[in-house]
């Protein structure tokens, strides 16, 4: 339940508040993604799968939304039981799955023939996206981790 919520606050301030944000060199954090990486973190391959999966189609369809319908479906539930897999410490984990989310999901659109991946936008956007969401990375984790440190079932 807590995991559910997290990722839903998530969402609505991806898509009410950081996305209009102005930020330099256009980028934007990625809050999904780390609410997806940090549920994952303590619950498992199998429900961080399950959880990437349901918020990637929730992302998948909310409007402003320029690609195919599952793509990120799919990216969120591989980085949801890659994290919740595990690939180090909490720290490695985060940083492999932020890096390893937009590579799959350019490699996803470029296998689907998406015109505007290019060598120069991965080039362009990628590190700019991966520092910010990697800047906002510590409150989110430590967020979206809270209700399993606490005690409270999910």
């Known amino acids: 339940m807590i995991a559910a919520v997290v990722v839903v606050c998530a969402l609505l301030l991806q898509v009410t508040l950081v996305n209009r944000l102005s930020l330099p060199a256009d980028g934007a954090p990625d809050l999904v993604l780390l609410a997806v990486i940090g549920a994952a973190v303590v619950r498992g391959p199998a429900a961080g799968a399950v959880i990437g999966f349901c918020a990637g189609l929730v992302v998948d369809v909310m409007p402003p939304s320029a690609h195919v319908v599952g793509q990120y479906a799919f990216v969120l539930a591989v980085v949801g039981y890659l994290a919740g897999r595990g690939v180090g410490g909490v720290v490695t984990t985060v940083i492999v799955c932020v890096l390893v989310a937009p590579l799959l999901a350019a490699a996803v659109s470029g296998l689907i023939g998406d015109p505007r991946v290019t060598v120069a936008s991965l080039t362009a956007q990628l590190p700019i996206t991966a520092i910010y969401t990697l800047l906002i990375a510590p409150p989110m984790i430590w967020l979206a981790t ?9």
């Open 146 to 154: 809270r209700g399993r440190q606490l005690g409270y079932a999910s």
